[in-house]
């Protein structure tokens, strides 16, 4: 039976910035797949669609997190991942957001004309 019992509280130090948690790869398969449906809504290019919807499903069958893949650069192993849709995965691992969707989901918010 423990009679003592000490509590210790982390806090950081001021100053000292705290790591971003990594997004875990179903946050960031969803945030592709709302990239598909923002474009599908907007008519836009089937392909374009398509390739998001595709790399969405296999990072969710990915058996290690984005980050790792990223820090490895391996991204290019992503079934669907060209160019662009590796440098949007390589921003979002690394900022914990993504240029293009905030875009996207303010284009959606605006009044259409």
């Known amino acids: 039976m423990l009679k003592h019992l000490r509590v210790v509280i982390y806090q950081p130090r ?5 790591k971003q948690s990594p997004m875990k790869n179903i946050q960031i ?7 598909a449906e923002r474009l599908k809504s907007k008519k836009d290019n089937i392909f374009k669609i398509r390739a998001y919807q ?3 499903r296999a990072i969710e069958s990915l058996p ?5 893949l990223v820090e ?4 290019n192993e992503i079934p669907g991942a060209g160019e662009a849709i ?3 995965l ?9 240029e293009y969707y905030e875009k996207l989901k303010a284009e959606s918010l605006s009044p259409k004309e």
């Open 29 to 35: 398969a969803a945030i592709f797949d709302d990239i």
């Open 86 to 88: 590796v440098k949007k």
């Open 64 to 68: 290690v997190p984005v980050e790792q």
């Open 14 to 18: 001021k100053g000292k910035r705290e």
């Open 72 to 75: 490895e650069n391996r991204l």
């Open 54 to 56: 595709k790399v969405a």
């Open 90 to 98: 390589t921003e979002l691992v690394n900022t914990g957001k993504l």
